[in-house]
């Protein structure tokens, strides 16, 4: 094996781990810490047919915004990534694609699985740590 | 930590990555992307019961067959492998056993948990990459 | 990269192949084999309400309790550990949380999603290998 297939190795590792933290985060609805895992400049889409929210101030008004509705339905929500594909540009830039499926337990009911999801990633590395530059996620 | 334990850590982040890729090209219903990660002479048995397919253009013949049936109920079939175990020989072959969830969302429905499989591979390494030379499906 | 960012990826990989063993032994009911990826001074707390179970033995004699229910409802249940998060310590002790589906398949039926779990686990390596010396687990 090649030294780039050891780096390639790691990075796959390293974007896994990443993942579960940033998703841990907004599961456990810390939001401004699941924001902080975007760039300043980031671009997420995560409903088709809803402007993608812009910078991550912006990320976290939509965050917000979208959790206001648990308020009157409380549920503990799951995102478990999946199926990572990653495919780093030479310039460290890595697109990844993976599967996510979010499921839900609402008090005094069993885990409900809501929605099969396709996430697009474009991930760059700030000061050594992962982030998301942009994601774009696909309902199925 | 040995240098062999490093190869292993190695090894396992390429098997989940070569999950990611195939069961994405399934999925996406790109058969001939698909069945080009058998070998030539592969085996691959995924219902019980049923004969496995054997060849890589069997194994398309086979795929083609099984695919008509979502002409009449269209679907957007989701393969999950998780919980990857892998076995080395000395010979460069590896056994790997993992679970695989299958997902399906019709339109207009959510999306619906299909079946719980456990995954029997043998993979060999072709020009650098890796390829299944048989798969074995087991249904729950 | 640094080279401590190297050895984190390989324990990264460790960690789940640990998982998958582990999690596999359970769900083919090698009850002895499971407990044996407990340290011997373990405490394993599976159900929230209900008092861990403490010491390799004490927890083997707990695993067979619970196993008993399945012989009256027979039934091939699935354990997914997936979204693992790793934090190692400077000791070796390894801080793991990750998200656990518990499925589960009875004769003649489909899959069924059972519950959500968030398991809190403390590895350590004993002998090169990795093993719980604890492990709570969170039911959402």
Redesign the interface.
């Given at each position: 094996?090649t030294s780039s297939?050891?780096?390639?190795?790691?990075?796959?590792?390293?974007v896994?781990?990443f993942?579960?933290?940033q998703?841990?985060l907004l599961d456990a609805r810390k939001l401004e810490g699941y924001a902080d895992t975007f760039t300043e400049d980031a671009e997420f889409g995560h409903t088709p047919g809803r402007e993608p929210a812009r910078t991550r101030a912006g990320i976290l008004r939509d965050l917000h915004e979208v959790h206001k509705r648990f308020d009157e339905d409380p549920q503990?929500r799951?995102?478990?990534?999946?199926?990572?594909?990653?495919d780093p540009d030479a310039d460290g830039t890595i697109r990844s694609?993976?599967?996510a499926?979010v499921?839900t337990?609402r008090p005094g009911s069993?885990?409900?699985?809501?929605?099969?999801c396709v996430v697009h990633d474009v991930l760059v590395r700030e000061e050594g740590e992962l982030r998301n530059r942009s994601r774009h996620v696909e309902h199925?």
């Open positions: 094996m297939a050891y780096a390639h190795a790691d990075l796959y590792a390293e896994q781990h993942y579960a933290r998703m841990q503990q799951r995102h478990v990534f999946t199926m990572v594909d990653i694609t993976c599967y499926l499921l337990t069993g885990p409900e699985l809501v929605r099969n199925d």
